[in-house]
Structures are given as structure tokens and as C-alpha cells.
């Protein structure tokens, strides 16, 4: 069944495949893709793509040669604005990074910088083309209050929220960290898992990171984990994935899935991995072969319907209800893309293989 969705979801793989160097990419293809949007077309790929945090992502992919001289200019032109914004945003993070990491080490602490902050410095193409939306900062047993006074000279206070294992706080240009001062995943493990990284686009000083094996399980550990129950397989997430693991030359796979621990997760990797495969032309055996094989074969379609049914809560009445909704002018961007016909269909396999139920189910 064909879905009013498929020509952006189309043009997402063939950008996915262009950015990660899988063998599905075909240029010829994508251009033809392109050059056949009218302009109501354009705007939902752009809306698909933000809802993905893909947008800066599709505009370096479109700037760059060849596409940059065989795409319509106006396409061009209503991308490159995200990707532009980002570096500049990004850049400001990356020194802003620098300046927390600074103060929280003067005030006795040992932060270690990871997730987003990290891949944007070391894994992404280009500054610009990841969307960063805070920094992430882990920071077992830190005190509370002496990291909050550490940081409040450098313009951030804490936001008031219920206890948790984070303590959040807000800049007043909008800027916001999460001090993870428990970090569960690690904490039956003994000595230091840290290493020194320098910044590629930051100041001439050694950031304090994860070692590789740890640092690629908590990757995996965050991006199969409950967030995918909710959001799906977001492009931003399945871009850090395909481009951690093709420089994965040194880690044990078997050491790496025992910090992951739990069944859920691996079996999502699997998934994913089967998806890399099948329709980015992405072959990565070494770590296919490792985990759990999928229940059902992953397919493209049912990626990208999991990224508009799950935000708007499907399947739960709630999401029903949102659904409903969204087929009114008003209500139209509030979740995200509104699921057509083809994704309810998809709905059962989206569930099975990346819901709650992923492992165990029947």
C-alpha cells in the first residue's frame, strides 16, 4: 500500500546512505527525487526532516558536490539556512562545553563529557550537520549543590524538576546541561573508564570522555533504549549508529553488548542493523552476526511510519485521539507528520520490533 509519505521517506534513505557511504546511495536517483517536489512536497520533506533532527544534515548533504550544482537551487536554498544555523550554534556549544567542563574541575568535580557534545566533535562530517540540543555531562557521586555554584558565574541555573538521576540547568540564551550525577549502566564496574579526547573544533585542551568500549555502549544503550519506545527510529539516531560503527575497528562485541546488558536493546540493534543492510547498502557483519536476529526483517517504511506514529503516542487511546486531531488545519504540526493509512498498517510490526513488547512477544 502506498503511502503519501514515500517520496520524502525515499529522498530521507537516499541522504542517510549519502552520509553514512552505503552502497544504495544513488545520485541520479535522488535528483529525480528532487526535481519532481512541487513546492507543497518541499515543505513536508522539511518538516519530515526536522521531526528526524535532520534538517541541518540534509542541508550540508545538498551544499556539498556533486548535488550542490544538479539540484534545483530552490531546494538548496531552504536547507542550507539549518545547516548554517547549526555550525553556528554548535560552535558556541563546543566553547561553551570547554568553559563547563573548566569550572566544574575547579570546583573539585570530574566530569566526563559524552553523547551529543562528543559525536558533534568527533563523528559528524561537518560542525553543522548534527543537531545538538544540550550538553551531557556524567558525573557519578558529584555534589549537587558545590556543581550548581560552579556553574552559576557562567549564567546557568538549575530548572526546578523532581529528583532524578540528572540535575538540569538552563542558560538564559537557552543553552541546558544534564549532569548525570548517577549513571546506572556503569556502576558494578571498577577503575577508570575514561580517556583524554582534543577537541576538533574546540579549544587546545583535553576533554575527559569515555573510553571507546564504554562509550559505544552507552550509545547504544540510549539510542535502542525507551526513547525509541517513544520517538522511533529517528534519523539523528540511526546517522550516530551507522557512523560510530564503521570506526568500531578495535572494540569486542561481546564486551561491548555485556555493558549493554539488557536483551531489548541488542535485539533493536539487530534490527537496525538488518535495516543498515537492506536498504542503505551498509554492511557491518562484525556486528550483525553479534547480536540477536531479527523476529521480522527490518524495512525502510517501517523505520520511518515509527517515527510519526510513536510521538503522537500510538498505539495508546490517547494517541488515538491525537490522530483524530491532527487531521485539522490547527492541530496539523503538533506532533510531528501525521501517520497515513500505510503506517496504521505498519502498526503491529512498528510495536514488535521496537516497542515494549520487542522482546518476549509471541
Same mark, same amino acid.
Request: charged share 30%; net charge neutral.
Given at each position: 500500500?502506498?503511502?503519501?509519505?514515500?517520496?520524502?521517506?525515499?529522498?530521507?534513505?537516499?541522504?542517510?546512505?549519502?552520509?553514512?557511504?552505503?552502497?544504495?546511495?544513488?545520485?541520479?536517483?535522488?535528483?529525480?527525487?528532487?526535481?519532481?517536489?512541487?513546492?507543497?512536497?518541499?515543505?513536508?520533506?522539511?518538516?519530515?526532516?526536522?521531526?528526524?533532527?535532520?534538517?541541518?544534515?540534509?542541508?550540508?548533504?545538498?551544499?556539498?558536490?556533486?548535488?550542490?550544482?544538479?539540484?534545483?537551487?530552490?531546494?538548496?536554498?531552504?536547507?542550507?539556512?539549518?545547516?548554517?544555523?547549526?555550525?553556528?550554534?554548535?560552535?558556541?556549544?563546543?566553547?561553551?562545553?570547554?568553559?563547563?567542563?573548566?569550572?566544574?574541575?575547579?570546583?573539585?568535580?570530574?566530569?566526563?563529557?559524552?553523547?551529543?557534545?562528543?559525536?558533534?566533535?568527533?563523528?559528524?562530517?561537518?560542525?553543522?550537520?548534527?543537531?545538538?540540543?544540550?550538553?551531557?555531562?556524567?558525573?557519578?557521586?558529584?555534589?549537587?549543590?558545590?556543581?550548581?555554584?560552579?556553574?552559576?558565574?557562567?549564567?546557568?541555573?538549575?530548572?526546578?524538576?523532581?529528583?532524578?538521576?540528572?540535575?538540569?540547568?538552563?542558560?538564559?540564551?537557552?543553552?541546558?546541561?544534564?549532569?548525570?550525577?548517577?549513571?546506572?549502566?556503569?556502576?558494578?564496574?571498577?577503575?577508570?573508564?575514561?580517556?583524554?579526547?582534543?577537541?576538533?573544533?574546540?579549544?587546545?585542551?583535553?576533554?575527559?570522555?569515555?573510553?571507546?568500549?564504554?562509550?559505544?555502549?552507552?550509545?547504544?544503550?540510549?539510542?535502542?533504549?525507551?526513547?525509541?519506545?517513544?520517538?522511533?527510529?529517528?534519523?539523528?539516531?540511526?546517522?550516530?549508529?551507522?557512523?560510530?560503527?564503521?570506526?568500531?575497528?578495535?572494540?569486542?562485541?561481546?564486551?561491548?553488548?555485556?555493558?549493554?546488558?539488557?536483551?531489548?536493546?541488542?535485539?533493536?540493534?539487530?534490527?537496525?542493523?538488518?535495516?543498515?543492510?537492506?536498504?542503505?547498502?551498509? *554492511?557491518?557483519?562484525?556486528?550483525?552476526?553479534?547480536? +540477536?536476529? !531479527? #523476529?521480522?526483517? %527490518? @524495512? /525502510?517504511?517501517? =523505520?520511518?511510519? *515509527?517515527?510519526?506514529?510513536?510521538?503522537?503516542?500510538? +498505539?495508546? !487511546? #490517547?494517541?488515538? %485521539? @491525537? /490522530?483524530?486531531? =491532527?487531521?485539522?488545519?490547527?492541530?496539523?504540526?503538533?506532533?510531528?507528520?501525521?501517520?497515513?493509512?500505510?503506517?496504521? @498498517?505498519?502498526?503491529?510490526?512498528?510495536?514488535?520490533?521496537?516497542?515494549?513488547?520487542?522482546?518476549?512477544?509471541?
Amino acid at each position: 500500500m502506498s503511502s503519501i509519505h514515500e517520496p520524502t521517506d525515499e529522498i530521507l534513505r537516499l541522504l542517510l546512505a549519502r552520509l553514512v557511504g552505503g552502497a544504495a546511495f544513488d545520485e541520479d536517483r535522488l535528483v529525480r527525487r528532487l526535481e519532481a517536489l512541487g513546492p507543497v512536497d518541499v515543505d513536508a520533506l522539511a518538516f519530515a526532516a526536522a521531526a528526524n533532527r535532520f534538517d541541518p544534515t540534509v542541508g550540508f548533504l545538498l551544499a556539498g558536490t556533486p548535488l550542490k550544482d544538479r539540484i534545483p537551487e530552490s531546494i538548496r536554498r531552504r536547507f542550507e539556512p539549518a545547516w548554517r544555523h547549526h555550525r553556528l550554534r554548535n560552535r558556541t556549544l563546543v566553547a561553551m562545553a570547554d568553559r563547563v567542563f573548566a569550572a566544574l574541575e575547579a570546583a573539585g568535580e570530574r566530569p566526563i563529557l559524552f553523547k551529543g557534545i562528543h559525536y558533534v566533535d568527533w563523528l559528524s562530517p561537518d560542525l553543522g550537520a548534527r543537531v545538538l540540543q544540550d550538553l551531557d555531562l556524567v558525573m557519578p557521586g558529584a555534589n549537587r549543590d558545590r556543581c550548581v555554584e560552579a556553574l552559576k558565574p557562567l549564567g546557568f541555573e538549575p530548572i526546578d524538576e523532581p529528583e532524578s538521576d540528572a540535575i538540569h540547568l538552563r542558560h538564559r540564551l537557552g543553552i541546558e546541561i544534564d549532569l548525570h550525577h548517577r549513571f546506572r549502566i556503569f556502576e558494578c564496574l571498577e577503575g577508570d573508564l575514561t580517556v583524554g579526547h582534543m577537541p576538533d573544533h574546540g579549544p587546545a585542551q583535553p576533554w575527559r570522555v569515555f573510553g571507546r568500549t564504554p562509550e559505544l555502549a552507552t550509545l547504544i544503550h540510549h539510542h535502542c533504549g525507551p526513547h525509541m519506545e517513544v520517538e522511533g527510529t529517528r534519523l539523528c539516531w540511526l546517522a550516530d549508529l551507522a557512523l560510530r560503527l564503521q570506526v568500531a575497528d578495535v572494540e569486542d562485541p561481546e564486551e561491548v553488548f555485556g555493558l549493554v546488558g539488557d536483551p531489548r536493546r541488542l535485539e533493536r540493534l539487530g534490527w537496525i542493523l538488518d535495516l543498515f543492510e537492506r536498504d542503505l547498502g551498509l *554492511s557491518l557483519p562484525r556486528w550483525r552476526d553479534a547480536v +540477536p536476529t !531479527p #523476529r521480522s526483517p %527490518a @524495512r /525502510w517504511s517501517t =523505520a520511518m511510519a *515509527s517515527t510519526r506514529m510513536l510521538p503522537m503516542g500510538l +498505539p495508546r !487511546p #490517547r494517541g488515538w %485521539a @491525537r /490522530w483524530i486531531a =491532527a487531521a485539522r488545519p490547527a492541530w496539523r504540526t503538533r506532533w510531528g507528520p501525521r501517520p497515513s493509512l500505510a503506517d496504521l @498498517r505498519r502498526l503491529r510490526e512498528v510495536w514488535r520490533c521496537l516497542g515494549r513488547s520487542a522482546v518476549g512477544a509471541a
